[in-house]
């Protein structure tokens, strides 16, 4: 079993920033991808980023230029660095990695972490 924590989230004013942490920990062998999702009320959960574990990174085109998402592969830890972030950024974040258990096993898995609520006041 993995466990993803999250942390960093909070209430900002309009043009602030905030940079939200999830370390994962458990049955790691290897972790492929890493990201960020993120749920408004009465929407639907989306991608805002991910990353490989070469470093190759994804971003959703509403947050290209204002967020970026890093990784440390020896901490199996995936941050988000929000800048000039906006009301309509407001939502509940979600950690996700897709985890390799062994090296025994090509087989990979899906996790997500409970979520941290991130709220921009205008």
């Known amino acids: 079993q993995v466990q993803l924590v999250e942390s960093g989230g909070g209430l900002v004013h309009s043009g602030g920033s905030l940079r939200l942490s999830c370390a994962a920990s458990?049955?790691?062998?290897?972790?492929?991808?890493m990201g960020w999702y993120r749920q408004a009320p009465g929407k639907q959960r989306d991608l805002v980023a991910t990353i490989t574990r070469g470093a190759s990174t994804n971003y959703a085109d509403s947050v290209k230029g204002r967020f970026t998402i890093s990784r440390d592969n020896a901490k199996n830890t995936v941050y988000l660095q929000m800048n000039s972030l906006n009301a309509e950024d407001t939502a509940v974040y979600y950690c996700?990695?897709?985890?390799?258990?062994?090296?025994?096993?090509?087989?990979?898995?899906?996790?997500w972490g409970q979520g941290t609520q991130v709220t921009v006041s205008s």
């Open positions: 996700n990695s897709l985890v390799r258990p062994s090296a025994l096993t090509m087989n990979e898995y899906e996790y």
């Open positions: 458990g049955r790691i062998f290897r972790i492929n991808v």
